[in-house]
């Protein structure tokens, strides 16, 4: 069979250059990694994972009355399509994120990949419908919507993290050419790939302008945890016209081998016979026919987690949140130390997060990427890649957040030989 035969996205220019970027990534092991954007392994313990197995079985027989039999058949046995820890995670929800949600309006996902996926796929009811995303985009966004068929129109994203003009206008000229633009995607803390972060007035103007401009809000937040001090509030815990669909993962905050994540849907969607029911019904139906449900043993283990913690992950995660911020502080740092002013190379300063973007004086292609790391020993991510057409030529991503400190000193040393060797 002819590969043109087969989904279109097995043919896209930005899938094949995400294989060579794993290609060159898997090319050059001893290589210090910018690249990749994984939560730190200094914390994993395996004696953890019966911990979290152990507690979640507690509360099922102790405070919810389950007899051994019923735990058995809960962990082994196909599950609920919704989930089985949606009351665990609005917990935490309420507790770290202000945000009261009912767990009937929540959906427990492969990961939040799997939640942006049904959610786009849901949403994408004819060839009319377009998504608005702030751009740049995350990777995963932009795959999941070439799945569902969906179109992505980027938004400028500017210093506050949207340019809401553009978004406004975005919006009419979907409407202008006879489409349907269904919502924006936004990721408002410490945004992958940007790292920028919206402050709590420009989330309050961004509900306002979508609502003006009838748009469903995809909000995204894996990051949102890692604020050291005081953070403003999502959009999700904003949202007084139930306008944002909330996408949540439990991957960055140290366990994405579970791959469990969630959706909040709670808008009204009324049936064929008058009635209502919240969207996260459907999106359960759609995931019924993807992935049937998610593993309980999963969720059991995010579950324990969760009641260790008291639903508290910002409790949880004090040590890496510092670590976090450790790290971006010494990179930040040590690109100012190697690159003085007029050098050429310029970079923004998040105020936390995984990630920050470099611009340099040469064009930070995949070319330049493998002959950094071939002469280097140095990787990172080409901007160009989270742009939908054209942007960040000149950009690179730099991911901290999986390093030591004495690995980001050694890495950034070798990043300034490949700039002093380009320039
Ligand atoms: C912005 C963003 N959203 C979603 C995800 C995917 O999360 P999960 O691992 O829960 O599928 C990632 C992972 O890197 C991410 O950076």
């Not at 099922?60 to 046995?77: I, N």
């Not at 945890?225 to 999700?236: N, S, V, W, Y």
């Not at 064929?272 to 593993?295: E, F, R, W, Y």
Request: aromatic share 8%; with cysteine.
């Amino acid at each position: 069979m002819d590969i043109s035969s087969l989904h279109a996205s097995l043919t896209d220019s930005s899938v094949a250059s995400m294989n060579m970027l794993n290609e060159i990534a898997s090319g050059y092991p001893e290589a210090v990694s910018f690249a990749s954007g994984r939560p730190q392994e200094a914390f994993f313990d395996v004696a953890l994972l019966h911990r979290y197995l152990d507690a979640y079985c507690y509360h099922l027989t102790d405070e919810l009355g389950y007899d051994s039999r019923e735990v058995a058949a809960l962990l082994f046995q196909y599950g609920r399509t919704k989930g089985i820890i949606a009351d665990l995670i609005t917990r935490h929800l309420e507790h770290d994120e202000g945000i009261a949600a009912d767990p009937e309006s929540l959906v427990v996902t492969v990961g939040c990949q799997e939640a942006m996926f049904i959610v786009m796929r849901c949403l994408r009811a004819s060839d009319r419908d377009v998504l608005l995303a702030i751009s740049p985009v995350y990777v995963g966004l932009t795959g999941a919507a070439r799945l569902a068929d969906l179109p992505v129109w980027p938004v400028r994203s500017g210093p506050d993290g949207i340019d809401l003009e553009d978004l406004a206008a975005q919006a009419r000229r979907a409407r202008k050419a006879g489409l349907r633009p269904r919502a924006c995607y936004a990721m408002p803390d410490f945004a992958n790939p940007s790292g920028v972060s919206m402050t709590e007035s420009t989330r309050r103007d961004l509900l306002t302008v979508a609502a003006q401009s009838d748009l469903l809000l995809l909000e995204d937040n894996p990051y949102g945890l890692f604020h050291h001090g005081p953070r403003p509030r999502t959009l999700k815990a904003l949202d007084t016209r139930r306008q944002v669909i909330y996408l949540g993962s439990f991957a960055k905050i140290g366990f994405p081998g579970a791959r469990v994540g969630y959706v909040i849907a709670d808008q009204d969607v009324t049936g064929a016979d008058g009635t209502t029911a919240p969207l996260a019904g459907h999106l359960s139906q759609i995931k019924s026919m993807v992935t049937v449900n998610t593993s309980p043993v999963a969720q059991a283990l995010i579950g324990g987690k969760l009641l260790l913690n008291g639903c508290s992950l910002r409790a949880a995660n004090r040590r890496e949140t510092d670590s976090y911020v450790r790290n971006l502080r010494l990179l930040l740092d040590g690109l100012r130390d190697r690159f003085p002013d007029g050098s050429g190379v310029t970079w923004n300063t998040p105020a936390g997060g995984f990630f920050a973007v470099v611009t340099l004086p040469f064009p930070a292609d995949d070319e330049a990427l493998a002959y950094c790391a071939r002469e280097h020993g140095v990787l990172w991510m080409p901007m160009s890649h989270f742009y939908v057409g054209d942007g960040g030529t000149y950009q690179a991503r730099l991911a901290c957040s999986q390093l030591s400190p004495d690995q980001i000193t050694a890495g950034l040393d070798r990043f300034a030989a490949f700039v002093a060797d380009k320039s």
